[in-house]
């Protein structure tokens, strides 16, 4: 029986030798042409799509190469798509996150297209978010250019709104020429009213007028024209003039919500330009005509009692006050509220509910005032006591902790209040902001200082990921042919060689169990990925489970400590004896939480190590660089055996050689393109460290810098503290004084009552005395 011919390894050697310049592709491809004689078609088959798939596999490798660049450059799309983020968070009114994503936009991505509209909606956010000065930066850069352009023309039009906003004029006439050179069809609808606030703040009211009645009727902004225009009319003097102003906005059809707050605002000036005229009936049924959902209803229900009141109709003012706390139960002027409805039954004669209302009010706010003169008074014995109160990082600060709880409700409006809860909100932002830094630099330094380092840069770890699928790919294949390999010199084997591939087996058994499932495609390790991402949320669930059981713990004290103030007076236990088993308490329930918040930012951290290995498949190269040379030292136990073989045998073994040692090349290739890509990675890393190490210096100086400010905001704050104080304890002793002048008109209407009718009843005696002397005259007359 004859065999096809077949070709030894000396053979495809030889040939290579004369075939020095060819290509090793096509090298490789001429192997695989000729391996195909070696066995049975079955086997040869199988040889082909061996041959074919390093074959792809070599250009896979090719291709990364060719692809690879050491420093990527910013991704141009990135900036489009955090300024779509960032629109999402503007739209959502969260502008304060809005300029965060848009400062990074900004700072990273000047060339970029998106640029220009990053800067602006920077500024823009920053308006919104009344930060005026950092806004007027951005909007000056946002108009540098001097394109004419729409957003441009917007910018200006914030800075002059701005200049309105800060009271800083001086480049008001720049700002409005610029406006003046943009020709008129390019012109935006809003620049004329724009052009009318800027001279209406400035004074020059005729200007104003003239910039406000130019816009028609069915221009975007006619009905804020048209306000505008009647407010520039009250400040000239000329109410008439500003009647038939108001009246026009009135009677203009609404658009948008914004119209109709313009036109309730209209409704206000109106009330109050028909209050100055004596004309009191219109100015209520201006009031009155504001909507129930107007932001402006509670303002107008108070004029609206005033009016009343002036015109003596005291039913009418009871029903507006009566409305605004239905309306709003808990508004801040609430207490005086109460007390002018009370004053109100004195002046219709309702002494037993005006008796109520001040009794009430007497009971309500004169514990209030004795405990706020309590707190003065201690503050008199210890001049730091009110910046203890706010504490060293301005952190401890609650209206609470000077202000019954009951009457928090009624003192936050108090500009006093404000300013106060301002400073410390604004110093608290501070502090956040810098701990939020430190905790990012210390999980950034945690990453660039752990072992997975080529995944944390995007671009390199996509480069790992698809390295890593050429090589599992070379892995099974090198496992698929040492194991033909071993099948084909198992009965060649020497005792000292069996003994030395059982020991080798042993391993090689363990490393590939561990390999067991190895992903040959990037869709496997994202499989992957998701799956070890899914395991570790399971674990911050957990640790989200409990941060709730911890909140609960928390609210269950915070009862209990209720339950004991409102129930002292039937209590045994001292408040002091149960003052230290609370703060224990307390103090474990925070021990509880601070424990559980780092066993989140753990979790987190090793989610993001471990899906940064899934996905790159860094997680396996150990295991796969110590499975590759136990298959060697296995290969190389088998190469003593081929020359037991037969000829037939030996052919099939150098045809398996071939196809592992083009393997070989492959991954060496593979192996050059990781060694780029971890040389880049580490290149990277120093880069980082360093600004890292920049921004850790920053930081540093930002926080002492901090440091200085807590130092004088806990004076200022402890003198606007005392400030505070000092206003509401005034407040509630003038509602405590007005409960008590109250209850003496009160005393008074009843005694002028009772004597009106003693009086009355006297009168009537006296007439009907008189009417009986009169009936009975003659009788009288007549016994003289």
Known sequence: MRHPPRFGTDALLGRRSRRRSWRPALSWVLLSGALGFWSAPARGGEMEEANARLVDLDARVRGLSAEFRENAGADPSQAERRLLDAELLFNLKNYREAATVLLDVVDRFPHSRAYEDALFLLGESLYQDKDYNSAKRYFTQAIEKR???????????????????????????????????????????????????????????????????????????????????????????????????????????A??????????????????????????????????????QSKHFEEAMDELAWTAIKAKDYKAAYRALDLILLQNPDTPQGPELRLLMGNLHVRVGNFALANDVFLQARDQFAPIHLQLKLTQQKAATDPKYFES??????????????????????????????????????????????????????????????????????????????????????????????????????????????????????????????????????????DREKQARADLEVLDSRASEFNVEIQGMEAELVAIEQYFIRSRSDQKIKPEDLAQPVESLRQVINDL?????????EIAEAAHEATIGVATGDRDRNAIAMLMAVMKRERDVFAGARARLSPSEQNDFDAIAGILARADDVQGRLAEFDKRVDEAAVKRIAELKVKIDRERGELEAASRSLGKILSESQSVGGGLAQAMLSKITDRFYELVVQSDVGLVDVAW????????????????QKLELKSVEEDFHSLLEEDK
Not at 593 to 601: G, H, I, S, T, Y
């Open 147 to 253: 394109t004419g352009s729409r957003q441009e023309q917007k910018a200006v039009q914030r800075l002059i709104e701005i200049a309105a906003h800060t009271g800083e004029m001086d480049r008001i006439d720049d700002l409005l020429a610029r406006l003046q050179n943009v020709p008129l069809a390019n012109l935006e609808p809003s620049v004329p009213y724009v052009r009318g606030k800027a001279a209406y703040f400035q004074g020059r009211l005729d200007d104003a007028l003239e910039a406000f009645t130019s816009l028609p009727p069915n221009h975007p902004y006619y009905l804020r024209a048209r306000y505008f225009a009647a407010t520039t009319w009250v400040k000239k003097g000329d109410l008439a003039s500003a009647l038939v102003s108001f009246d026009a906005v009135l009677r203009t059809q």
């Open 389 to 526: 109160l706010l504490g060293k990082g301005l952190e401890k600060f609650d209206v609470a902790i000077l202000v019954p709880p009951t009457a928090v409700k009624w003192v936050k409006a108090e500009p006093e209040v404000a300013r106060v809860l301002t400073l410390t909100e604004d110093v608290s932002d501070l502090q956040r902001g810098i701990k939020e830094s430190q905790a990012t630099l210390a999980r950034l330094q945690l990453a660039v200082d752990g072992p997975l380092k080529v995944g944390i840069f995007s671009d390199l770890g996509q480069m790992r990921a698809n390295s890593s699928e050429v090589l599992n790919q070379l892995v099974a294949l090198r496992q698929r042919f040492v194991a033909k390999m071993r099948a084909l010199t198992a009965d060649k084997l020497t005792p000292d060689e069996k003994g030395r591939l059982d020991q080798i087996a042993r391993e090689r058994v363990a490393l590939e169990a561990e390999l067991r499932d190895l992903p040959q495609s990037a869709s496997k390790l994202k």
């Open 749 to 764: 209407g009843l005694k002028d009552a009772r004597t009106n009718a003693v009086s009355k009843l006297i009168n009537q």
């Open 593 to 601: 939480r601070d424990a559980n918040e780092r066993l989140r930012n």
């Open 255 to 292: 658009q948008t919500e914004e119209d109709r707050e313009i036109q309730d605002l209209a409704r206000l000036a109106l009330g109050r330009l028909y209050y100055e005229r004596g004309e009191f009936e219109k100015a209520r049924d201006m009031y009155a005509s504001l909507p129930r």
